[in-house]
C-alpha cells in the first residue's frame, strides 16, 4: 500500500509530538507520526522526571531551556485547550551546591539576563520556606550513611519560575490536538526503511510493508535513533549511546513538613522532587558515573533498581531530609537517556540526506527542551514563524557542529 504525505515523524515521544504539532500549528502540510509502540510513553518520555530546569553551562541552553518550560507554563495556550491533562507544577528548582567562589550569584545573574526570575537564598531562607531541607554544603557518606557535623553553605540559587510536568499526560495532550487538527498519528507501526534516492529523502517503509511516500523525514525515535541511522547508512560523527538510568519512588512521609521545591542537589549527587499530589518523592542521580551502563537493545533492557544505586540515593537524600524515616516502601524503575558521549547535548537538524531531519541524542534534557526544538525544527521546515519560536539557532546544536566544551558530562551539563 503506498500513500503520500508531506512531512513524517517517527517516533511519537515528546520530541516528534512537539515537533508535529508546531509543523502544525504553522502550516497546513500533511503530516504523519508513525509509532511502533501500541500506546503513548513506551520510550524514554514516559520514564521521564520532567524536571523543568533553567541553569546550563551554555547561554544557549538556558535560552533553549527557558522557550521550552515557556511553552510547559502556558500549555493550555500552547497546546489550544483550555482543559489539558497536564498542568506545570510550579515548585522552584533548588540548586544546593556548596557556596564557594560565588556560583549562585554568577548563575543568578546569567538566568536574569536571559529573563528567568531567580533568588539567591542563604541557609536561613532554607530552613523557614523548606523547613525539611538541611543545607549542608558536605557531601554525604553515600556508602554507609554515616552522620556529619553538617555545616551550613553560604549561598544557594533558586529558580522561580521551574519546576516539573506530567510527561505521559502531556503526550496525550498533543495527541488529542493533533488529532483535532486532522494529525494522523500511527500505533503499531514500525519503520522498517527511511527511503531515499540522489541523496534525497523519498519518505519511509513500515514493517507491514507499506510506504508512505514524503520530502520530508524526522528521526524522532529516542534511543532507537541509532537502528534508523544503520538502516540509512548515515554514519553521522556523534556517539549516542542508550544509556539505562534508575529512578526511586519513596511515599512522602508525615514526618515530612511543608513545602519541597525541585532540588539539584550537587553536592549529594541527586535530584528529586514531589509527585502526586506531593504524596510521592522522585529521585535520581546527577553523577556521571550513574550513566554509563550502555543498553545494546533499547527494546529490552533491565528495568530494576541495583540495590546499591537504591542504598547510596538513600543515603544522599536521608541527609538532605533529615526528618526522612528509614522505613517505608521505596520502589523504582529504569528508563533510558541517550546519551550524546561527546558532549552530552542533543544534535537537531538536516543530515546530509536532503529532507532528513535528525532530533537525537537528548542526554536526559529532552522534555523540558521539547516544545523549543519542536519550534526550531517547525520553523526550518515551514520557513513559518510562531508565538513559541525560540531565539536559538538552529545551527547551535546542528549535526555538523564542532563537540561543546564542557566541566562536567553528566544531566546537569
Ligand atoms: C529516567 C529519566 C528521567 C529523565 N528526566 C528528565 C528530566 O527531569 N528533564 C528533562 O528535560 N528530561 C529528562 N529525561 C530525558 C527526556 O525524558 C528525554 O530526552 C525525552 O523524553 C526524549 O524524547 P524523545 O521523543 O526523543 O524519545 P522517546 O520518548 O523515547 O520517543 C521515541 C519514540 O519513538 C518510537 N520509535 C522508535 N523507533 C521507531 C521506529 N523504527 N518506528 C516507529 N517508532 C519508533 C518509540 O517507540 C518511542 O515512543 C529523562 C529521561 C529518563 C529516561
Given at each position: 500500500?503506498?500513500?503520500?504525505?508531506?512531512?513524517?515523524?517517527?517516533?511519537?515521544?515528546i520530541?516528534?509530538?512537539?515537533?508535529?504539532?508546531?509543523?502544525?500549528?504553522?502550516s497546513?502540510?500533511?503530516?504523519v507520526v508513525?509509532?511502533?509502540?501500541?500506546s503513548?510513553?513506551?520510550?524514554?518520555?514516559?520514564?521521564?522526571?520532567?524536571?523543568?530546569?533553567?541553569?546550563?553551562?551554555?547561554d544557549?541552553?538556558?535560552?533553549?531551556?527557558?522557550d521550552?518550560?515557556h511553552?510547559?507554563?502556558?500549555?493550555?495556550h500552547?497546546?489550544?485547550?483550555?482543559?489539558?491533562?497536564?498542568?506545570?507544577?510550579?515548585?522552584g528548582?533548588?540548586w544546593?551546591?556548596?557556596?564557594s567562589?560565588?556560583?549562585?550569584?554568577?548563575?543568578?545573574?546569567?538566568?536574569?539576563?536571559?529573563g528567568?526570575?531567580?533568588?539567591?537564598?542563604?541557609?536561613?531562607?532554607?530552613?523557614?520556606?523548606?523547613?525539611?531541607l538541611n543545607p549542608?554544603?558536605?557531601?554525604p557518606?553515600?556508602?554507609?550513611?554515616?552522620?556529619?557535623?553538617?555545616?551550613?553553605?553560604?549561598?544557594?540559587?533558586?529558580?522561580?519560575?521551574?519546576?516539573?510536568?506530567?510527561p505521559?499526560?502531556?503526550?496525550e495532550?498533543?495527541r488529542?490536538?493533533?488529532?483535532g487538527?486532522?494529525v494522523?498519528?500511527?500505533f503499531?507501526?514500525?519503520?522498517?526503511?527511511?527511503l531515499?534516492?540522489?541523496?534525497?529523502?523519498?519518505?519511509?517503509?513500515?514493517?507491514?510493508?507499506?510506504?508512505?511516500?514524503?520530502?520530508?523525514?524526522?528521526?524522532?525515535?529516542?534511543?532507537?535513533?541509532?537502528?534508523?541511522?544503520?538502516?540509512?547508512?548515515?554514519?553521522?560523527?556523534?556517539?549516542?549511546?542508550?544509556?539505562?538510568?534508575?529512578?526511586?519512588?519513596?511515599?512522602?512521609?508525615?514526618?515530612?513538613?511543608?513545602?519541597?521545591?525541585?532540588?539539584?542537589?550537587?553536592?549529594?549527587?541527586?535530584?528529586?522532587?514531589?509527585?502526586n499530589?506531593?504524596?510521592?518523592?522522585?529521585l535520581?542521580?546527577?553523577?556521571?558515573?550513574?550513566?554509563?551502563e550502555?543498553?545494546?537493545?533499547?527494546s529490552?533492557?533491565?528495568?530494576?533498581?541495583?540495590?546499591?544505586?537504591?542504598?547510596a540515593?538513600?543515603?544522599?537524600?536521608?541527609?538532605?531530609?533529615?526528618?526522612?524515616?528509614?522505613?517505608?516502601?521505596?520502589t523504582?524503575?529504569?528508563?533510558?537517556?541517550?546519551?550524546?558521549?561527546?558532549?552530552?547535548?542533543?544534535?537537531?537538524?538536516?543530515?546530509?540526506?536532503?529532507?532528513?531531519?535528525?532530533?537525537?541524542?537528548?542526554?536526559?534534557?529532552?522534555?523540558?527542551?521539547?516544545?523549543?526544538i519542536?519550534?526550531m525544527l517547525?520553523?526550518?521546515?515551514?520557513?513559518?514563524?510562531?508565538?513559541?519560536?525560540?531565539?536559538?539557532p538552529?545551527?547551535?546544536l546542528?549535526?555538523?557542529?564542532?563537540?561543546l566544551?564542557?566541566?562536567?558530562?553528566n544531566?546537569?551539563?
Amino acid at each position: 500500500m503506498k500513500s503520500q504525505a508531506d512531512v513524517v515523524v517517527i517516533g511519537a515521544g515528546i520530541i516528534g509530538l512537539c515537533t508535529a504539532w508546531q509543523i502544525r500549528k504553522r502550516s497546513l502540510l500533511s503530516i504523519v507520526v508513525v509509532e511502533q509502540g501500541i500506546s503513548l510513553g513506551e520510550g524514554s518520555t514516559g520514564a521521564s522526571s520532567a524536571v523543568c530546569r533553567h541553569r546550563y553551562s551554555y547561554d544557549e541552553m538556558v535560552n533553549l531551556a527557558r522557550d521550552g518550560i515557556h511553552a510547559y507554563r502556558h500549555w493550555p495556550h500552547f497546546i489550544g485547550t483550555d482543559q489539558p491533562l497536564a498542568q506545570f507544577q510550579k515548585d522552584g528548582v533548588l540548586w544546593l551546591v556548596d557556596g564557594s567562589n560565588g556560583w549562585a550569584n554568577k548563575e543568578s545573574k546569567r538566568l536574569e539576563k536571559a529573563g528567568i526570575r531567580t533568588n539567591i537564598l542563604d541557609a536561613t531562607d532554607i530552613k523557614s520556606r523548606f523547613p525539611a531541607l538541611n543545607p549542608c554544603s558536605l557531601p554525604p557518606d553515600t556508602k554507609c550513611g554515616e552522620a556529619h557535623d553538617c555545616n551550613d553553605g553560604t549561598s544557594y540559587l533558586y529558580e522561580v519560575d521551574g519546576g516539573y510536568f506530567d510527561p505521559v499526560n502531556a503526550l496525550e495532550d498533543l495527541r488529542r490536538a493533533l488529532l483535532g487538527k486532522k494529525v494522523d498519528v500511527r500505533f503499531r507501526s514500525q519503520v522498517q526503511k527511511v527511503l531515499t534516492a540522489g541523496g534525497r529523502t523519498r519518505g519511509i517503509q513500515l514493517d507491514n510493508g507499506s510506504v508512505i511516500e514524503a520530502p520530508c523525514v524526522i528521526n524522532a525515535t529516542g534511543p532507537w535513533c541509532n537502528e534508523v541511522f544503520q538502516q540509512l547508512g548515515l554514519a553521522l560523527p556523534w556517539s549516542l549511546k542508550p544509556t539505562r538510568i534508575q529512578i526511586l519512588h519513596l511515599d512522602r512521609p508525615v514526618e515530612l513538613i511543608g513545602d519541597l521545591p525541585v532540588c539539584c542537589d550537587i553536592v549529594g549527587g541527586i535530584y528529586f522532587r514531589l509527585q502526586n499530589r506531593g504524596q510521592q518523592i522522585v529521585l535520581g542521580s546527577t553523577l556521571e558515573e550513574d550513566e554509563q551502563e550502555v543498553v545494546d537493545n533499547p527494546s529490552d533492557f533491565n528495568r530494576l533498581i541495583d540495590d546499591d544505586f537504591k542504598q547510596a540515593k538513600l543515603h544522599a537524600l536521608h541527609h538532605r531530609i533529615p526528618s526522612l524515616p528509614y522505613q517505608g516502601s521505596v520502589t523504582g524503575y529504569c528508563g533510558l537517556y541517550t546519551v550524546n558521549r561527546d558532549d552530552v547535548h542533543p544534535i537537531v537538524g538536516e543530515s546530509e540526506i536532503t529532507g532528513f531531519y535528525v532530533a537525537n541524542g537528548f542526554s536526559g534534557h529532552g522534555f523540558k527542551l521539547a516544545p523549543a526544538i519542536g519550534a526550531m525544527l517547525a520553523k526550518e521546515i515551514t520557513g513559518e514563524s510562531s508565538d513559541f519560536d525560540t531565539t536559538v539557532p538552529i545551527s547551535f546544536l546542528a549535526p555538523n557542529r564542532i563537540p561543546l566544551q564542557l566541566d562536567v558530562k553528566n544531566v546537569l551539563a
